[in-house]
């Protein structure tokens, strides 16, 4: 039998669970939901360190036969699911299992922002073992990245490749996934027109891990020529604050802040005043959309990169082009470039484009983090990595998509050329953990790496193949594939 939760519910903390969870040495061999059906783990998932469900891309499979793939979340209590606002929390509508370790609740399965019902575990009553054994055993400091590095099959398929070979695969698999971005977007122009579009596209990637879809929604919720009628005949100043009101409240964040604002600095408390005086002269039909229920919880974000910091961001680019939109600022940029392709002039290209993403330092938000935090030292709102993240996933893939409807092939063999140029991106959790399956950490392959383009198509190999990973390469025809392609 295992310990009761009474000795350790203090003290054995979340990660422990996802332990139990992850590690096949340590998970029961029998698990099954709180209503008694048997579950099978083809794969645990991929560890997630950042904000949203603890574990993503997992393969479970019923008794019955039935196969699930989503993610996974993880909580020392079943309360957990409601106590943190999962319910009422999008990012967590692909999650298909609620694993935990003791059950304080009386219901069988836990409900989603979207509706749906998913099942859960109580990994309690599935232990073979004393829960003190398992604390003796797991050391906790070794998860997720410190036991022995997962090396995927396709590391071997590479490595019998030339090197050329090997760069020249991961430059198609970049121009794949830069396709598919403008396949993506393509079918959502034809709905809204590719100005429109290109802000959806922009604001999602400002978004941090964890909440790209939040940004996206934003967009699609209040349009770009919506906002900019709010923010008609104001003058440049004054426009940068209404921005920041506008986006800060359709969000839910200034409501928040309102509530507690009483406790806060006097520069904060001013700051809240004014953003409430322009928010409350917005028509009725803009402000309805404000969101009540989204948790912006920050737990892996730098403070940099906090969600209120990049709205500021993306407020001051509404303000600055408000006589304009970021679609012609871009084609605008295009001018003095088109029809070169050589790498020199595809480098200042791109350089050019991030400019974009330039924003003046009179925000409330240059040293803040959050409403009422700790003055900082002064940072860019859209810093130099994220604006180049900016250029590769949303304005060269909508500039292209224009080209192409356009049938101007000088500006796509432009547009190719600075994405083919563009500096690596900063680095996620995924793509290390690609660089280990992929690569092999191996020194020698992780070096063709120069480049976005590399990055995007190292991620591109992610989502054709690992993603649809059974657990420990089952069923991955990655290496089949990279033997018959020579």
């Known amino acids: 039998m295992a310990e009761t939760a009474a000795p350790f519910s203090r003290t054995l903390p979340e990660k422990f669970v996802s332990c139990l969870w992850f590690d096949q040495r340590w998970r029961p061999p029998v698990l099954r939901t709180l209503d008694g059906k048997k579950i099978i783990v083809h794969s645990p998932g991929r560890w997630n360190r950042q904000a949203g469900p603890d574990f993503q891309q997992a393969v479970i499979e019923f008794a019955d036969g039935e196969r699930c793939r989503g993610d996974v979340e993880i909580h020392r209590f079943a309360s957990g699911w409601t106590a943190h606002r999962h319910h009422l929390d999008g990012r967590y ?3 298909i299992l609620h694993v935990f370790l003791w059950n ?74 830069l396709q598919q971005r403008v396949w993506r977007w393509a079918s959502r122009v034809a709905d809204v027109g590719l100005a429109q579009v290109m802000y959806e596209a922009v604001l999602r990637s400002l978004g941090s891990t964890g909440y790209h879809h939040h940004f996206q929604a934003l967009a699609r919720q209040v349009s770009w020529h919506a906002i900019q009628r709010c923010l008609h005949g104001l003058p440049d100043t004054a426009r940068r604050v209404a921005a920041e009101a506008l986006l800060l409240g359709l969000a839910g964040m200034l409501r928040r802040a309102s509530v507690t604002a009483a406790g806060m600095d006097a520069e904060t408390q001013t700051y809240i005043e004014e953003l409430q005086s322009y928010w409350s002269t917005f028509p009725a039909d803009i402000r309805q959309y404000m969101w009540c229920d989204v948790t912006w919880r920050q737990p892996h974000v730098r403070p940099a990169n906090t969600p209120e910091r990049r709205l500021a961001g993306m407020a001051q680019l509404l303000a600055r082009y408000h006589s304009t939109d970021l679609l012609q600022t871009g084609l605008t940029l295009c001018q003095d470039f088109h029809g070169r392709t050589d790498v020199a002039e595809a480098r200042a290209q791109c350089k050019t484009f991030m400019g974009m993403c330039d924003t003046p330092d009179a925000s409330y938000w240059t040293r803040r983090a959050r409403f009422g935090s700790r003055p900082g030292k002064a940072q860019r709102l859209i810093g130099s990595q994220r604006a180049l993240t900016v250029v590769v996933d949303a304005v060269l893939p909508l500039l292209l998509l224009q080209a192409q409807r356009c049938g101007d092939t000088e500006l796509r063999q432009t547009l190719l ?55 420990d390469c089952q069923g991955c025809d990655f290496p089949l594939l990279s033997s018959v392609s020579r």
Do not use: W
């Open 417 to 471: 050329a600075c994405y083919r140029a563009a500096p690596r991106q900063p680095d996620n959790a995924l793509l290390r953990d690609m660089s280990r399956r992929l690569l092999g950490n191996d020194p020698t392959l992780l070096a063709l790496v120069t480049g976005a383009r590399h990055q995007q198509g190292v991620l591109q190999v992610f989502y054709d193949f690992c993603s649809n990973d059974e657990g």
């Open 93 to 95: 509508n692909r999650v």
């Open 104 to 177: 304080d609740r009386t219901v069988m399965e836990a409900i989603r922002a979207d509706g749906q019902t998913i099942p859960q575990v109580a990994l309690e009553a599935c232990l073979t073992r004393p829960l003190v054994a398992y604390q003796a055993d797991i050391p906790l400091e070794d998860y997720p990245h410190k036991r022995v590095p997962l090396v995927g099959r396709c590391y071997a398929a590479l490595q019998a490749r030339e090197l050329s070979e090997v760069q020249r695969f991961l430059e198609q698999a970049g121009e794949r996934r």
